[in-house]
């Protein structure tokens, strides 16, 4: 499970490498990266690299040039961008401050770089939250953050430069190499490698999709989104008792989880911005799937790859 930022944007480059022959290491928080013809500038600038047929443009850290995503890009100009969520906010800094200034700040400070180095064409990668849950906006300071980042990268669409969003839900994947430690967590606990910890689901879902259908509708959005649109994307609803049960089915367990109100030992409830027992689940758009062209029904097959990843 990923809230989209650094580690959906590690997960969407590997899904990327498929698509677009793109091979870059995101090492952790996209501090440093390793990937033939890759450049990683600090601050306040933009490079561009070279893989295959594709430009690989990279942002500093959020206090630098921008939000600490990574960001692909064609090598006709366009840009894939990604924010930052709680993990990435320093030890005793205010986290309030943190949203302001690495994703309302940031996020729109890298897109007006992306304009000025030239690009054409960009797709953010912002949080479901904003769109699938609104209210949250009024109430919650990091909600709040993604969506006013993803409002100011969008406003900056001109006829020169097309801007649209792609905000997704919890995104799952994984790859060697990558340091992945909450689905790796996530696998051992149906593993029953975790001592102590005891078998049960809590209340509540939201919805999940892979990496490589969010790589899919990334591309799709390249080449067919609508500028200055923001779209909701996802994949399967799902209770936090069919998530969890879908790993423990993966590993060859086939007890039924007790569904028990009190905080989960790896789905924490500093992840659950709609509150432990929450739902967040939602009906996509017809028109937009069809528009951006994405794999639905994935969330199975990404579940069996992590588990088979850690065993």
């Known amino acids: 499970m990923a809230i989209p930022g650094a580690v959906a944007a590690r997960l969407l480059a590997v899904a990327l490498d498929a698509a677009f022959d793109v091979a870059v290491r995101v090492v952790e928080q996209l501090e440093l990266c390793h990937g033939a013809?890759?450049?990683?500038?600090?601050?306040?600038?933009?490079?561009?690299?070279?893989r295959g047929n594709f430009d690989i443009l990279?942002?500093?850290?959020?206090?630098?040039?921008?939000?600490?995503?990574?960001?692909?890009?064609?090598?006709?100009?366009?840009?894939?961008c990604l924010g930052q969520d709680f993990r990435h906010v320093p030890p005793g800094a205010d986290m309030e401050a943190h949203w302001r200034h690495a994703n309302i700040e940031g996020v729109r400070?890298?897109?007006?770089?992306?304009?000025?180095?030239?690009?054409?064409?960009?797709?953010?990668?912002?949080?479901?939250?904003?769109?699938a849950m609104p209210h949250l906006v009024e109430t919650d300071a990091y909600v709040l953050s993604r969506a006013l980042a993803d409002e100011g990268a969008r406003a900056l669409a001109s006829d020169d430069f097309q801007v649209?969003?792609?905000?997704?839900?919890?995104?799952?994947?994984?790859?060697?190499?990558?340091?992945?430690?909450?689905?790796?967590?996530?696998?051992?606990?149906?593993l029953?490698?975790?001592?102590?910890?005891?078998?049960?689901?809590?209340?509540?879902?939201?919805n999940f999709m892979s990496a490589r259908s969010l790589a899919e509708a990334t591309l799709g959005a390249l080449e067919r989104g609508e500028s200055g649109k923001a779209y909701l994307v996802g994949d399967e609803n799902l209770s936090f008792h069919a998530y969890l049960?879908?790993?423990?089915q993966a590993v060859g367990r086939s007890e039924d989880l007790e569904v028990i109100d009190r905080e989960h030992p790896i789905l924490p409830d500093a992840v659950l911005y709609a509150g432990?027992?929450?739902e967040i689940f939602y009906e996509l758009d017809p028109a937009d799937v069809d528009r951006l062209?994405?794999?639905?029904?994935?969330?199975?097959?990404?579940?069996?790859?992590?588990?088979?990843?850690?065993?």
């Open 276 to 278: 432990r027992g929450g």
């Open 293 to 311: 062209s994405y794999t639905r029904g994935d969330v199975g097959r990404v579940i069996g790859e992590i588990v088979d990843h850690y065993r």
């Open 58 to 80: 990279l942002g500093g850290d959020a206090g630098r040039a921008g939000n600490g995503g990574v960001h692909l890009a064609s090598s006709g100009g366009d840009d894939v």
């Open 109 to 131: 400070k890298f897109f007006a770089q992306a304009r000025a180095a030239g690009m054409r064409q960009v797709v953010n990668i912002g949080s479901f939250y904003p769109q």
């Open 245 to 248: 049960t879908a790993f423990f």
């Open 37 to 50: 013809g890759v450049e990683v500038f600090g601050e306040d600038r933009v490079g561009l690299g070279r």
């Open 192 to 206: 029953g490698r975790i001592g102590g910890a005891p078998a049960f689901a809590i209340p509540g879902g939201v």
């Open 164 to 190: 649209c969003s792609l905000n997704a839900p919890f995104v799952l994947g994984c790859m060697a190499g990558l340091d992945l430690p909450h689905l790796e967590r996530q696998a051992n606990y149906a």
